[in-house]
């Protein structure tokens, strides 16, 4: 197939209750909306969708005012559409975006920088994130022009080259594709609740400005209304006694209220592993029985792994530690490993592309898998719930869109409300069916705005 044209739509979103990402605050999220259409071979022509949330505060934590780190993400999600439709290439998405990701996408962002030379830079991973919609987009219609799913469609049926054409010529991935890393799906998923360092807890913590709008508020209301069972806990990473009382408090919550798991993330605050390990220590002396709960340590340390080579050994040998917001690609993930983590956590807002690439590479390692959310609304849910049930978890799939922006995906969730509502602790992705993602676009009663951008 070879990319005929794209169009780039913004749709603004308000959450309901603020989220902390580390120092950041996100109390509204634009989300990118993209149409990619391609033409086969034989002249039919297919269009595909992709989304993803714009999330600046998560993608690019900066001093920096919000509104200029947005505008300039939103600036170059359209140096991506234009790019990408110039390509003039054909192939797989899987192959075409390996491509872009390596050949084009670092050259939009010097070009990028150099045009605000005298402001900060906009990051590698927040460029991922702009191409990311495009990526997805394009599988989607791919998926359409080949009357399969998309997740059927990475084996040596579809692909040109194996693994090993990827992954430096390394040999452990001859002869092999990323079809035979991936598992046969569960229509019915355990899912993650997010527990922000804003959110209260009990009614001690009420402020008196929480939304009243039929959602839940307290964290017990929550666990009883969605039957949850896995909470993820955001820590400061900065406040050693802040972030023992938060995980005690949850603790022992979970352990009254039947929660199986948690997870702690501290969001790329700490500096030292110690912090972490003497958190770990202490919980395990004084909470035994929360410290059984803890599943995994998520990203403690600084996004840029490679300015921050920092050895966390001693992490990971009290608690599975999980690569998050460092994970840029599968060669971040190898110097991950030699550093001592465990696991790597996958995001669709990174590109499937750059995902399964990830995915594969830990797995072939003998790495964990995560896959975590980034409050994906609307069609950014599809994705990246079907990525979860693909990818074979640690324990199914972290989705938070439905705490924080639950009114925004209703037009989806009326065709598949199983995938934006959490019931008896799971997600349920019997809907999803057909071609492509399986979004059942036509069903879904959405009223676009005019696009940002168009090249068709």
Same mark, same amino acid.
């Given at each position: 197939?070879?990319?005929?044209?794209?169009?780039?739509?913004? #749709?603004?979103? /308000?959450?309901?209750?603020?989220?902390?990402? !580390? /120092?950041?605050?996100?109390?509204?999220?634009?989300?990118? &909306?993209?149409?990619?259409?391609?033409?086969?071979?034989?002249? =039919?022509?297919? $269009?595909?969708?992709? $989304?993803?949330?714009?999330?600046?505060?998560?993608?690019?934590?900066?001093?920096?005012?919000?509104?200029? &780190? $947005?505008?300039?993400?939103?600036?170059?999600?359209?140096?991506?559409? &234009? =790019?990408?439709?110039? #390509? /003039?290439? !054909?192939?797989?998405?899987?192959? #075409? !975006?390996?491509?872009f990701i390596s050949e084009s996408l670092e050259e939009l962002r010097k070009t990028h920088n150099l045009v605000y030379s005298e402001q900060e830079e906009l990051p590698y991973l927040a460029a991922l994130v702009a191409f990311s919609a495009f990526d997805l987009a394009a599988y989607d219609a791919y998926g359409k022009l080949c009357s399969r799913p998309v997740f059927e469609l990475f084996g040596p049926d579809s692909l040109a080259k194996d693994l090993s054409e990827y992954f430096d010529s390394d040999n452990a991935f001859k002869g092999k594709y990323p079809s035979d890393y991936l598992v046969k799906p569960e229509q019915k998923m355990p899912v993650w609740h997010l527990i922000g360092g804003l959110d209260p807890i009990d009614e001690d913590e009420l402020r008196g400005d929480e939304p009243d709008d039929g959602y839940p508020v307290l964290l017990r209301d929550w666990i009883r209304t969605d039957g949850l069972k896995c909470l993820k806990v955001k820590l400061r990473g900065t406040d050693w006694d802040w972030d023992f009382k938060r995980m005690k408090k949850i603790g022992d919550i979970a352990e009254q209220d039947g929660i199986q798991w948690l997870s702690a993330d501290f969001n790329c605050t700490v500096n030292d592993p110690e912090y972490v390990n003497s958190m770990l220590d202490s919980i395990s002396l004084d909470c035994p029985e929360i410290f059984k709960r803890i599943l995994y340590v998520e990203q403690p340390f600084p996004y840029e792994l490679r300015d921050n080579q920092i050895d966390v050994h001693s992490v990971s040998e009290r608690k599975p530690l999980y690569l998050d917001e460092s994970a840029h690609d599968w060669s971040y993930v190898k110097l991950g490993m030699s550093l001592g983590w465990n696991g790597v956590a996958l995001k669709t807002c990174k590109t499937l592309t750059g995902a399964i690439l990830s995915l594969c590479w830990a797995k072939e390692m003998g790495m964990g898998l995560m896959v975590q959310d980034l409050t994906n609304p609307m069609l950014a849910q599809i994705p990246h719930v079907l990525l979860a049930a693909y990818a074979g978890t640690i324990m199914g799939v972290e989705s938070n869109g439905m705490q924080f922006y639950p009114d925004a995906s209703m037009p989806e969730q009326s065709v598949h409300p199983g995938v934006y509502r959490r019931r008896e602790g799971v997600l349920d992705l019997s809907t999803i069916k057909g071609t492509g993602f399986g979004y059942r676009i036509q069903e879904i009663e959405r009223e676009l705005p005019p696009p940002l951008s168009s090249y068709l």
């Amino acid at each position: 197939m070879k990319i005929l044209g794209a169009e780039l739509y913004i #749709l603004p979103v /308000n959450l309901r209750i603020p989220l902390k990402f !580390g /120092n950041q605050t996100l109390t509204s999220v634009k989300c990118a &909306r993209v149409k990619v259409v391609l033409k086969a071979q034989d002249g =039919s022509v297919s $269009e595909g969708w992709g $989304e993803t949330p714009l999330s600046v505060a998560w993608v690019w934590p900066s001093s920096l005012d919000h509104v200029q &780190r $947005e505008s300039r993400l939103i600036e170059f999600s359209d140096s991506v559409a &234009r =790019s990408f439709v110039e #390509l /003039n290439e !054909g192939g797989h998405p899987f192959e #075409l !975006g390996s491509r872009f990701i390596s050949e084009s996408l670092e050259e939009l962002r010097k070009t990028h920088n150099l045009v605000y030379s005298e402001q900060e830079e906009l990051p590698y991973l927040a460029a991922l994130v702009a191409f990311s919609a495009f990526d997805l987009a394009a599988y989607d219609a791919y998926g359409k022009l080949c009357s399969r799913p998309v997740f059927e469609l990475f084996g040596p049926d579809s692909l040109a080259k194996d693994l090993s054409e990827y992954f430096d010529s390394d040999n452990a991935f001859k002869g092999k594709y990323p079809s035979d890393y991936l598992v046969k799906p569960e229509q019915k998923m355990p899912v993650w609740h997010l527990i922000g360092g804003l959110d209260p807890i009990d009614e001690d913590e009420l402020r008196g400005d929480e939304p009243d709008d039929g959602y839940p508020v307290l964290l017990r209301d929550w666990i009883r209304t969605d039957g949850l069972k896995c909470l993820k806990v955001k820590l400061r990473g900065t406040d050693w006694d802040w972030d023992f009382k938060r995980m005690k408090k949850i603790g022992d919550i979970a352990e009254q209220d039947g929660i199986q798991w948690l997870s702690a993330d501290f969001n790329c605050t700490v500096n030292d592993p110690e912090y972490v390990n003497s958190m770990l220590d202490s919980i395990s002396l004084d909470c035994p029985e929360i410290f059984k709960r803890i599943l995994y340590v998520e990203q403690p340390f600084p996004y840029e792994l490679r300015d921050n080579q920092i050895d966390v050994h001693s992490v990971s040998e009290r608690k599975p530690l999980y690569l998050d917001e460092s994970a840029h690609d599968w060669s971040y993930v190898k110097l991950g490993m030699s550093l001592g983590w465990n696991g790597v956590a996958l995001k669709t807002c990174k590109t499937l592309t750059g995902a399964i690439l990830s995915l594969c590479w830990a797995k072939e390692m003998g790495m964990g898998l995560m896959v975590q959310d980034l409050t994906n609304p609307m069609l950014a849910q599809i994705p990246h719930v079907l990525l979860a049930a693909y990818a074979g978890t640690i324990m199914g799939v972290e989705s938070n869109g439905m705490q924080f922006y639950p009114d925004a995906s209703m037009p989806e969730q009326s065709v598949h409300p199983g995938v934006y509502r959490r019931r008896e602790g799971v997600l349920d992705l019997s809907t999803i069916k057909g071609t492509g993602f399986g979004y059942r676009i036509q069903e879904i009663e959405r009223e676009l705005p005019p696009p940002l951008s168009s090249y068709l």
